[in-house]
């Protein structure tokens, strides 16, 4: 047996595994995406069962493309992963710059600062919208009470009562609520993902050459010059990686959606999917296909722009 043979001996099994393991997934999820597949129809029993004789052929699609939360899903998707990774990216660079140079107790900050990535999504939810964000219970609330009170006491101050009388009555934001829901969802997902950015940066930071940096300096360049010049071209290829990493998985965001707001005006294309997956699978598996789609023009955009990256 050659020397080429034999490495792709061994390594056939693996890949086998892997395509069986990817594609019969995919395969049945686009079979489904093309029959009419309803758990519960009375009307139609046949229906119930994923049989050929249900083909719809693209009549799924049509039907998921005419529904009225599938362009409002898409859009959340993308403003949603777009604000997490923009979060990230920049709150990562600065803690990690901050917390790359030598203090006491650095080894104690920076296994805090990693601590948040390794809460599960669910609890990391629960916490933010009943302990911090709640109107009423929460820290929000409790915060934006005592600001409210301390104004009431300054308004009878003698010299200064006048200007705080002229401050409105501070209202705590509520959440849960339809407007506001998708914004509580990139705050606890920024303070759990940004842990990852600043493990990376971090990393990243360790192998920077300090005698450009000494050089710099003894040059005259101000700090801002030296972290444009110099940190941030740095960092380009973790950033490049970071964004991709964090894209595929800031994609099939569910459980922050789902206990946040029960999808009320915060949909995403997972979400969507579920709620399709209660009783109409063929429509739930077309939206699948849809968010395949979706992840690979994404996917796509971002290995040209790493690619470009690493290439420089």
Known sequence: MSDRKLPR???????????????????????FSFIRYVLNSLRRPEWTSPSLS????????????????????????????????ILTVILGVLIAVLINKTFPGQGIVRVLLISPFFVMPAVNAVLWINMILD???????????????????????????????????????????????????????????????????????????QQQKEAAVLDGASPWSQFRFLTLPHLARPIAIVVMIQAIFHLSLYAEIEIVSRGNGNKNLPYLIGEFANNNIGAASATGIFAVILANIVAFFLLRMIGKTLME
């Not at 001996?9 to 049945?28: C, H």
Request: aromatic share 14%.
């Open 135 to 209: 109107p009423v219970l929460g820290l929000q609330g409790i915060a934006i009470g005592s600001i409210n009170d301390l104004i009431d006491g300054l308004r009878a101050a003698p010299g200064v009562g006048w200007f705080f009388s002229l401050w409105p009555e501070l209202e705590p934001i509520s959440f849960r609520a339809t407007q506001t829901s998708a914004y509580a969802v990139i705050i606890m997902v920024t303070w759990q993902w940004t842990p990852f950015a600043v493990l990376i940066f971090m990393t990243s930071l360790q192998s920077e050459d």
């Open 9 to 31: 001996l061994l390594q056939s099994p693996a890949v086998l595994l892997l395509l069986v393991w990817m594609l019969i997934p995919l395969g049945m999820t686009l079979y």
């Open 54 to 85: 249900n083909w719809r052929g693209f009549g799924n699609y049509e039907f998921v493309l005419k529904s009225k939360d599938f362009l409002f899903a898409i859009q959340n998707s993308l403003f949603i992963v777009c604000s997490i990774l």
